[in-house]
């Protein structure tokens, strides 16, 4: 195998910044835009597990049935997101939205 054949299979971390000189300055741009929404998606879904949990384990008295209920509408909202997740910032931003309590 050949060096360039090599280097074409290395695969780069998607934050990388890249810095561009002119005029005695120097600025630094993204390399991957996406990276943003990325983090704000993550972090709506992270939110709302963090939100669930905390509901479940504060409950005093909560029954098996009470508890059930709970995780199938949990179940639910996690699949409207995982059908929604591809255009999230798209048509579908509003099942997203409605997953994410």
Request: net charge positive; charged share 10%; glycine share 6%.
């Amino acid at each position: 195998m050949t060096d360039s054949f090599q280097a074409s299979r290395v695969r780069r971390w998607p934050l990388r910044y890249s810095a561009t000189a002119g005029a005695g300055q120097t600025s630094y741009h993204r390399a991957t835009p996406g990276t943003e929404v990325f983090l704000a998606l993550f972090a709506s879904v992270w939110w709302s597990w963090v939100n669930l949990t905390y509901t479940v384990n504060v409950q005093i008295g909560l029954t098996r049935r009470a508890l059930a209920a709970y995780m199938f509408a949990a179940m639910a909202a996690t699949g409207a997101i995982a059908v929604a997740a591809p255009q999230a910032i798209g048509e579908r931003a509003w099942l997203f939205a409605l997953g994410t309590p």
